[in-house]
């Protein structure tokens, strides 16, 4: 049973847009939370994160957003570039100290039209 | 600074075969994992080290195995390979688990015929 759902496979937004990619989890204990954003051909990469003290975080054009009680986060991406387009995977972890390893959504695919 | 690197890039093999896919990193991350992508399926832990000389199974260990015989490498061995195999193989690796982000390899795309 996937603890970290990301349900929506795909996402077409057009350029200076704002894209916004959702993630829900099932576990309450996850109180870690990341973005790695895929390429075709290459490793994903680290993008975003958020602890669970905090409902936002900010890095230029990308903002996560934290709902603790509906147990969801969303990445928003304003304004969408084309340089966008790839794959995110959400991802959750358990309190830094134990020994859980951080669990994967199965992606959003994300389209950015020119 | 290469970061984590992967061995080989492409691979085809025949079923019933047996390879080992390597795995370094220069950036001395105590934790190193391996993972498998297929469509749809978002990335899912094979395998999981530690440090140096340990490891644990994760989600999908089966027809699997891994060793971690220097803290800088981290190979996965596939004994007797089977077509349900075919995926592509992601490592990847952390200073430690939970709030630390994971830096990962290109990629191994494995075929199994």
Known sequence: DQQVKQNSPSLSVQEGR????NCDYTNSM???FLWYKKY??????????????????????FTVFLNKSAK???LHIVPSQ????????????????GSYIPTFGRGTSLIVHP | NAGVTQTPKFRVLKTGQSMTLLCAQDMNHEYMYWYRQDPGMGLRLIHYSVGEGT???????DGYNVSRLKKQNFLLGLESAAPSQTSV????SSSSEGTD???FGPGTRLTVL
Do not use: M, W
């Open chain 1, 18 to 21: 704002i894209s916004i990619l």
């Open chain 2, 55 to 61: 490891t644990a199974k994760g989600e999908v260990p």
């Open chain 1, 72 to 74: 969801h986060l969303s």
């Open chain 2, 89 to 92: 193989y992601f490592c990847a």
């Open chain 2, 101 to 103: 982000t994971q830096y």
């Open chain 1, 82 to 97: 084309p340089g966008d387009s790839a794959v995110y995977f959400c991802a959750a972890s358990l309190p830094s100290g």
């Open chain 1, 30 to 32: 996850f109180d870690y």
């Open chain 1, 40 to 61: 075709p051909a290459e490793g994903p990469t680290f993008l975003i994160s958020i602890s669970s003290i905090k409902d936002k975080n900010e890095d230029g054009r």
